[in-house]
């Protein structure tokens, strides 16, 4: 996966193309991924375990889907909106090989599916963004965890000062 991962990251980085899109699409997060490996989505679905087993979540911003895939594993129903589309090549394996039926992705901005269906629990993983992902997510959802600022706001000194910093920009 850090291959392809990298792959795309290098293949990204500056493209003229990726950016006028991600400025179309009124996409203002970071192309940085803060899951992108079984052992943290695992970790963050069994800390989130008593909240949403049983329940619809919708996920916002759910980058290369890893963590939708674990959420799927207690959570009745999983949406997982994705606004930017570059990750799409990352994750297409591995939906062929994993993806259960209750879970779903759906490229485009959150705006786009307001309406379309709620959810029990909105959620977001991000250090960028941070206020336009939960302002969204609340439109889904009146239950939003914003799941990096609480696990900082847990124990600030476990996190980098890049990551406190950059949540505190957006």
């Known amino acids: 996966m850090k291959e392809l991962l990298d792959k795309v990251y290098e293949a990204m980085d500056g493209n003229a193309y990726a950016n006028a899109y991600s400025f179309s699409h009124g996409i203002e997060s970071a192309a940085v991924l803060t899951i992108y490996d079984d052992d943290t989505a695992r970790a ?40 930017n589309s570059m990750w799409s090549w990352t994750f297409a394996g591995t939906l062929l090989k994993q993806k259960p039926k209750n879970v779903s992705f759906l490229f485009g901005s959150a705006e786009e599916f307001y309406g379309v269906f709620s959810a029990d629990v909105a959620l977001f993983c991000t250090h960028s963004d941070t206020m336009g992902m939960s302002a969204i997510a609340r439109k889904f959802s009146p239950v939003v ?21 950059l949540r505190a920009l957006w």
């Open 44 to 83: 963050i679905t069994e800390r989130l375990a008593p909240r949403i087993t049983g329940k619809t979540v919708v996920e916002i911003g759910g980058g290369i889907g890893l963590l939708a895939l674990h959420l799927g594993t207690v959570a009745r129903r999983v949406w997982c909106i994705e606004a």
């Open 145 to 165: 965890i914003d799941v990096y600022g609480e696990m900082i706001a847990e124990n600030p000194s476990a996190y980098d000062a890049t990551a406190r910093r």
